[in-house]
């Protein structure tokens, strides 16, 4: 099984501001997922990154806002921009290796 | 458009009891689902697999079933004890990206 981290762990944020969160995994993955979790809400799917090509955002979520990179096989970075207290969430990074495969978290504060 | 929801939204069972926690699908073309729990703060911890083509996986005090013609799956928790409370989350993989359910909130009480 994969096993991911996520840098911050959580943070508390001025509106305005961006925040940059990392994503690393122990392994080489093709997929990984971005997800937000509003407080007491289920998870939404932010965008699909795979290695090598544009990520793929859902509806409602936009690059401006929500820059992805992913440089290679085991790391991606996901930013929030120009942050509003909307924004205050868990933002999550998956990985699928034949199952999907969670990071702790990152929680987001904005005042 | 998927949609995935599971029943009961939240659940207070005394410990020692047997319970199934429901989730439905609407769109019954799926590659798999997955069965996991969040415990509050933390990170989604997978419990259970079950491919398209499989109807029951079995993981200890754990077991749940895939009807894909009805759009329902089902993960019964045998013996519940107050360890497992925590919220319970479904997610159906499609195509590209998989779909989450609403979650229930498990609490066993003591």
């Known amino acids: 099984s994969a096993v991911i981290s996520q840098k911050p762990s959580r943070d508390i944020c001025q509106r305005g501001t961006s925040l940059t969160i990392q994503c690393q995994v122990d392994s080489q993955v093709t997929m990984m997922f971005w997800y937000r979790q509003q407080p007491g809400q289920s998870l939404t799917l932010i965008a699909t990154a795979n290695q090598g090509s544009e990520a793929t955002y859902e509806s409602g979520f936009v690059i401006d806002k929500f820059p992805i990179s992913r440089p290679n096989l085991t790391f991606s970075t996901l930013t929030v921009s120009n942050m509003s207290p909307e924004d205050s969430s868990i933002y999550l990074c998956?990985?699928?290796?034949?199952?999907?495969?969670f990071g702790p978290g990152t929680r987001l504060t904005v005042t | 458009k998927q949609e995935v929801t599971q029943i009961p939204a939240a659940l207070s069972v005394p410990e020692g009891e047997n319970l199934v926690l429901n989730c439905s699908f609407t769109?019954?073309?799926?590659?798999?689902l997955q069965w996991f729990r969040q415990d509050p703060g933390k990170g989604l911890t997978s419990l259970l697999l079950?491919?398209?083509?499989?109807r029951e996986q079995t993981s200890g005090r754990l077991n749940a079933s895939l009807d894909k013609s009805s759009g329902r799956s089902t993960l019964y928790i045998a013996a519940s004890q107050p360890g497992d409370s925590a919220t319970y989350l479904c997610a159906v993989r499609g195509t590209y990206k998989y779909i989450f359910g609403t979650g229930t909130r498990l609490k066993v009480l003591a």
């Open positions: 079950i491919q398209s083509s499989q």
């Open positions: 769109d019954s073309a799926i590659y798999n």
């Open positions: 998956s990985v699928e290796d034949g199952e999907q495969y």
